[in-house]
């Protein structure tokens, strides 16, 4: 069983800057960031994958997010810069046991307990 510990997160106003921090205790194939906004859907906000070292954030948060990898800590940290009221979400850690790259929750196999992000407009 891999555990993730999460840290960062808060509230912060529009324009803002928050890093999220996720340390495992084993590595694994992939590590990733997922949120879920209030009514929403989890989506995928960034990817970390060890062996072929892609570094993937989507369209939404591309330019603002920046995603990194703690080789130390087998984790990942998430840098968000000029945050928005729409990224407000609970963030959660995953890591993908084995395998290929994934972007949908259900590949992946254990997650952090999420932490808050609140933007304020």
Aim: glycine letters at 12%; a positive charge.
């Amino acid at each position: 069983q891999v555990q993730l510990v999460e840290s960062g997160g808060g509230l912060v106003q529009t324009g803002g800057s928050l890093r999220l921090d996720c340390s495992a205790s084993e590595r694994t194939s992939s590590i990733a960031w997922f949120r879920r906004a209030p009514g929403k859907e989890r989506e995928v906000v960034a990817v970390i994958t060890w062996e072929s070292g892609i570094r993937y954030t989507p369209n939404s948060v591309k330019g603002r997010f920046t995603v990194s990898r703690d080789g130390a800590k087998n984790g990942i940290t998430l840098q968000m810069n000029n945050l928005k009221p729409e990224d407000t979400a609970i963030y959660y850690c995953a890591a993908r046991k084995d395998g290929g790259f994934r972007v949908d929750p259900e590949g992946y196999d254990y997650w952090g307990q999420g932490t808050q992000v609140t933007v304020s407009s």
